[in-house]
């Protein structure tokens, strides 16, 4: 019986330290993706700051410097900067 309970409570420590967490930061992440717009500053999986330009679909077009326009997927859509690293853009 005592084994049984162990096993129990040790479901219970994994779901509530391990899946959980994993499930609501994708779940943010999903709907950070989903509130995407233009002129929005973010930071890319690969680690590039960029300001969007456009969405289209799953695509985004955006710029890196002035002139310098990239287009990559959605997904590839790591972190808002625009409250972060430029708070003084994000209050107007």
């Given at each position: ?8 409570g ?7 330290f ?19 717009k ?13 300001t ?5 679909g ?10 310098v326009k ?6 590839a ?16």
């Amino acid at each position: 019986m005592m084994n049984l309970l162990f096993i129990v409570g040790m479901v219970a420590v994994f779901y509530f330290f391990m899946i959980r967490p994993q499930q609501k930061k994708q779940k943010e992440q999903k709907t950070f993706l989903e509130n995407l717009k233009r002129g929005d500053k973010v930071v890319t999986i690969g680690g590039m700051h960029v300001t969007i330009l456009s969405l289209e679909g799953t695509t985004i077009l955006a710029e890196a410097d002035h002139g310098v326009k990239l287009k990559f997927e959605k997904t590839a859509v790591s972190q808002e900067q625009t409250k972060a690293a430029y708070p003084s853009e994000a209050k107007s």
